[in-house]
């Protein structure tokens, strides 16, 4: 079964999450890349999903570490 990134998405509530728009597509884009890891189980190569779901995650903490928007609680 494919991931079907629409309706992943739209599981998710991010009204009530503190951050700026730029930090939501950053968190978007890890979210997906771990689905992704999960949808692809079996049929690539670890180290390069782990590569992706790394480089992901870093821009996401990178970016919230300097925005005044992400860091309010």
Known sequence: MRLN???LLMLWN???LPACKGGMQLAEAF???CAE???RF???EP?????EITASYTAMVEH???CDDCKEV
């Open 14 to 16: 991010t009204e009530d």
């Open 42 to 44: 079996g049929e690539e």
């Open 64 to 66: 919230g570490d300097l």
């Open 37 to 39: 890891a999960v949808d």
């Open 31 to 33: 979210l997906l890349s």
């Open 5 to 7: 990134r629409e309706k």
């Open 47 to 51: 180290a390069d999903r782990l590569t």
